[in-house]
Antibody
Framework: LQLQESGPGLVKPSETLSLTCTLS??????????WGWIRQSPGKELDWIAS???????YYNPSLKSRVTISVDTSRNHFSLKLSSLTAADTAVYYC????????????WGQGTLVTVSS | EFVLTQSPGTLSLSPGERATLSCRAT???????SAWYQQKPGQAPRLLIY???TRAAGVPDRFSGSGSGTDFTLTITRLEPDDFAVYYC????????FGQGTKVEIK
C-alpha cells in the first residue's frame, strides 16, 4: 500500500486548504483501518488533525475541529482534508496515513506535502 | 489535559551503544495503543513499534518497546549508523497524541 498527498504548496491567509490522499495498492474500504491526516510544523512534533472510516465516520482534533472537514470517496479510493481560515501557524508538512483499527498506530505514511500559508 | 513527555530531548551516543528513550504520560493509558516512530530528515515517520512491544514489519530486533501505565520505553540495543534520527512516541486517549520527540545524534 502506498499513499500520496496532493494539493497546493502555497495558500493565502484566510483561505481554505484542500488536500487529497490517494491510495495505490490497497482499498480504502478496508474494515480494519481508518485513514488520517497528521501535520508537522517546521522543526516541531507531529500533530494529529483528523481521521475517517470508509463508511464516513469522522474524528477530529478538538483544537482544530471548528476549521477541519475530512471526507472519503470510496469510488476514487481517496480521502480529503479541508482546513479553513488559514494563518501562518498552519504552515506545515501535511501527511496522510493509514490508522490501524486495533493498535491505533499509523502505518504506512505518505511522503508528505509542504503547505506554506503566506500572502 | 493529556500530555506526553519524551526524555531526553537529545541523546548523544556512539555507534554500538545502547539507547534508552522514555515516554511519560500524565495519565494512565492502555498499553494496547502505545507506538514508536522513527523520522529522518526530509522523510515521513516510519512505524517501529505498536501495542507497546510489537515490532512493525521489517524492523530489526535491536529495537524493542516496553512499558505500562504512564511510562513507556523504546530501547535500541546496539546503535547502527542508520539509527541516528528523531523518535516519537504516540499514545491514544480518545484521540491520537504524539510526544515532542527525542533526537538520537552521533557523539
Amino acid at each position: 500500500l502506498q499513499l500520496q498527498e496532493s494539493g497546493p504548496g502555497l495558500v493565502k491567509p484566510s483561505e481554505t486548504l484542500s488536500l487529497t490522499c490517494t491510495l495505490s495498492g490497497g482499498s480504502i474500504s478496508s474494515s480494519d483501518h481508518y485513514w488520517g491526516w497528521i501535520r508537522q510544523s517546521p522543526g516541531k512534533e507531529l500533530d494529529w488533525i483528523a481521521s475517517i472510516y470508509y463508511s464516513g465516520s469522522t474524528y477530529y482534533n478538538p483544537s482544530l475541529k471548528s476549521r477541519v472537514t475530512i471526507s472519503v470517496d470510496t469510488s476514487r479510493n481517496h480521502f480529503s482534508l479541508k482546513l479553513s481560515s488559514l494563518t501562518a501557524a498552519d504552515t506545515a508538512v501535511y501527511y496522510c496515513a493509514r490508522l490501524d483499527g486495533s493498535s491505533l498506530s499509523f502505518d504506512p505514511w505518505g511522503q508528505g506535502t509542504l503547505v506554506t500559508v503566506s500572502s | 489535559e493529556f500530555v506526553l513527555t519524551q526524555s531526553p530531548g537529545t541523546l548523544s551516543l556512539s555507534p554500538g551503544e545502547r539507547a534508552t528513550l522514555s515516554c511519560r504520560a500524565t495519565q494512565t493509558l492502555s498499553s494496547s495503543f502505545s507506538a514508536w516512530y522513527q523520522q529522518k530528515p526530509g522523510q515521513a515517520p516510519r512505524l517501529l513499534i505498536y501495542s507497546t512491544s510489537t515490532r512493525a514489519a521489517g524492523v530489526p530486533d535491536r529495537f524493542s518497546g516496553s512499558g505500562s501505565g504512564t511510562d513507556f520505553t523504546l530501547t535500541i540495543t546496539r546503535l547502527e549508523p542508520d539509527d541516528f534520527a528523531v523518535y516519537y512516541c504516540q499514545q491514544y486517549d480518545y484521540s491520537p497524541l504524539f510526544g515532542q520527540g527525542t533526537k538520537v545524534e552521533i557523539k
